[in-house]
């Protein structure tokens, strides 16, 4: 009954490769995010996707997309993958609402060779 | 100069201290003030949520929020082994489309 899941949990690819990350949640939530987490632990924001809008963070390269084949899902599709894409990915969901709590995945552990 | 500053630690307690983190922000727009914990290979997961100035107390947890100062504060008291991990602060402002911004954490270590 896990509240937001993601797969794969480890990833190890090669520099230039694509790969996508995969987030499904079942807590009925409207908005979904993705986060990256860097070696010393800071944690910033990607993307916040509703069916509404998307809403970008302007420092992420666009090599890197969202994308939502329904409400429970919002994978991360990453192309071209570089060294400094190395980090834990986590993916987010919570009701549309200002101020809605985010419930955080698992966590999915990226590897740049 | 990161929107939000916390001190990384580690910072190490005996069981049973009582553990002050905190975090001082930039931005005067934030309103909404969070704490997470994040144990060891896990997602982080909600502790404490404010929103505007003030404390709030759960349990063993008491979270401040000082906007004059832009200036967080998380008290655990009788600390726990079971609470050593990353704690993160959050905030986000009113109409952010629910976006966080996060301080870098800080490593909390509770010794028997």
């Keep these: 009954d896990t509240a937001v899941s993601q797969t794969p949990k480890y990833l190890v690819t090669q520099m230039g490769n694509d790969k996508s990350i995969k987030c499904e949640q079942n807590l009925g939530h409207d908005t979904m995010y993705w986060y990256k987490q860097d070696s010393k632990k800071f944690l910033k924001i990607m993307f916040s996707y509703n069916n509404k809008e998307l809403i970008i963070n302007e420092t992420v390269p666009n090599r890197f997309s969202p994308k939502s084949p329904d409400k429970a899902h919002l994978n991360l599709h990453i192309n071209s993958l570089e060294l400094g894409d190395s980090a834990v990915y986590f993916c987010a969901s919570s009701q549309?609402?200002?101020?809605?709590?985010?419930?955080?995945?698992?966590?999915?552990?990226?590897?740049?060779? | 100069q990161k929107e939000v500053e916390q001190d990384p630690g580690p910072l190490s307690v005996p069981e049973g201290a009582i553990v002050s983190l905190n975090c001082t922000y930039s931005n005067s727009a934030f309103q909404y003030f969070m704490w997470y914990r994040q144990y060891s290979r896990k997602g982080p997961e909600l502790l404490m949520y404010t929103y505007s100035s003030g404390n709030k107390e759960d349990g063993r947890f008491t979270a401040?929020?000082?906007?004059s100062s832009k200036y967080i504060s998380l008290f655990i008291r009788d600390s726990q082994p079971s609470d050593s991990a990353t704690y993160l602060c959050a905030m986000r402002e009113n109409n952010a489309g629910n976006m966080l911004t996060f301080g870098g954490g800080t490593r909390l270590m509770v010794k028997p």
Excluded: H
Aim: charged share 20%; hydrophobic share 35%.
């Design chain 2, 64 to 67: 401040q929020v000082d906007k």
């Design chain 1, 96 to 113: 549309e609402l200002p101020g809605s709590v985010q419930f955080f995945g698992p966590g999915t552990r990226l590897t740049v060779l």
